[in-house]
């Protein structure tokens, strides 16, 4: 990948990079289709979907794993995966950044919980100790078979111990080597303003936007504006998808029909369109076997 092409250096300019969540290989074709060159793979919008569970640290590291690969098959697109804890200690981050760098991730992010682990807008967190988070961040970037693969370092101590004291954590973290910084759950556009200010803009911090969680949700232009350089929009596609299923499984079962609800939905030549089957079909034909004439018999040893 030339330099021209990397996360990293797309992070550098301006404007700021918005990557919506996706969590299957379908979400990210249509968010590649829709516009987007990075998309943020999440670890909750998998739970969700993937186990129709909360995030509260049931997916597995090789359910990640199998999912990005999936999705790196079918898109082009720079992918930041969420990698919640690294899964264990400092030998665990090893083996899960080889592995997630191995499916093609281009961006590992690792947070500073303890179990059980919460998604970053839920009560009831828990923390490692920063020294031993900045190990595991030391761990990944020894991991990491590229150095543009990024190693994003995710703090959740504003919940736990205060703002203050989430800023100093994720000092640490940039002195430990993290090549991005991501302040979870700030409370108020103050605290997001608080946090360019004390940190600066010598690394590209990243704004994590939850409608209803506990950041207000603030325009992409007004993060740039703030100061940040990435905002992601993890698990907004299956809050979207949530309503809209309601909606569609309630119509059915009153009317019996999806006539009510056609208008709402892709038909079958507009879904086949959407995932390119008449290309799938094209480039299977191109391997086909030329047909037989009806008079030539097959050759071969009898």
Do not use: W
């Not at 697109?77 to 899964?87: C, K, P, R």
């Amino acid at each position: 990948m030339d330099d021209a092409a990397t996360l990293r250096s797309r992070l550098c300019r301006k404007p700021i990079l918005v990557a919506p969540g996706v969590y299957d290989p379908f979400t990210a074709l249509i968010a590649s289709k829709s516009g987007f060159s990075t998309l943020y793979v999440s670890g909750a919008a998998i739970a969700y979907t993937k186990l129709g569970r909360p995030d509260v640290g049931l997916v597995s590291m090789t359910e990640v794993t199998n999912t990005l690969a999936l999705i790196r098959d079918r898109v082009d697109s720079q992918l930041i995966v969420d990698a919640d804890t690294g899964y264990g200690n400092a030998l665990n981050v090893v083996r899960t950044v080889r592995e997630f760098e191995r499916a093609g991730a281009n961006a590992i992010q690792l947070e500073d919980q303890d179990f059980p682990k919460r998604c970053g807008h839920l009560d009831g967190k828990l923390l490692i100790p920063a020294a031993e988070m900045c190990g595991k961040i030391r761990a990944a970037l020894d991991a990491r078979r590229s150095g543009d693969t990024l190693v994003i370092a995710r703090t959740d101590a504003v919940a736990v111990e205060g703002f203050d004291r989430a800023l100093e954590r994720a000092a640490m973290y940039r002195e430990a080597g993290a090549d991005m910084l991501f302040v979870e759950a700030p409370r108020t556009r103050d605290d997001l303003a608080r946090m360019i200010a004390a940190l600066g803009t010598s690394l590209p911090l990243m704004a994590n936007m939850v409608e209803g969680g506990k950041t207000p949700t603030l325009p992409a232009t007004e993060l740039e504006a703030i100061g940040f350089a990435l905002a992601i929009f993890p698990g907004a596609i299956v809050r979207a998808l949530g309503y809209m299923a309601s909606e569609f499984y309630g119509s059915l079962a009153a009317h019996g029909s999806n006539e009510p609800y056609r208008n709402r939905m892709l038909d079958f030549a507009g879904l086949n369109e959407l995932i390119d089957t008449p290309e799938m079909i094209a480039l299977g034909q191109k391997y086909e076997a030329p047909a037989r004439p009806p008079d030539q018999k097959p050759s071969g040893n009898r």
